[in-house]
């Protein structure tokens, strides 16, 4: 066996016989373009509202406050979730923007 190969075989061992790019040109290639068809604009599906007849609720009460140890009241907050922590958290995160003592009482489904 050889060990100096030419350019060309090393080629055809590594990559394999080239195939033969043959340019053809069929003779109906106006046919082809003719069929293409473009969808109308008109004819676009809508997404369909859906009417949700049931939406999670809880109720979170809280205890509020400006001074330790002073006045307390009462502070509600409905949150449109499932999870009471999630409910809880925003209740506390939407209270502390006006009071600085905040207790959470209790979260219920409504």
């Known amino acids: 066996m050889t060990t100096k190969l030419t350019e060309e075989e090393m080629r055809r061992a590594l990559f394999g016989e ?24 008109t004819g676009v599906v809508k997404k369909k509202n859906l009417s ?12 509020v406050g400006s001074e330790f140890e002073g ?8 949150a449109d ?3 009471s922590l999630v409910a809880e958290q925003d209740a506390i995160k939407i209270a502390k ?14």
Request: proline residues 8%; hydrophobic residues 40%.
């Open 97 to 110: 923007k006006k009071f600085r003592f905040v207790e959470v009482i209790s979260v219920k489904s409504m």
């Open 71 to 78: 006045k307390m009241h009462e502070f509600i907050h409905e």
């Open 81 to 83: 979730t499932i999870s």
């Open 18 to 41: 080239p195939e033969a790019h043959a340019v053809v040109t069929p003779s109906h290639v106006q046919d082809t373009a003719s069929e293409t068809v473009i969808p109308d604009p």
């Open 52 to 63: 949700r007849t049931f939406t999670p609720r809880l109720r979170v009460t809280l205890r």
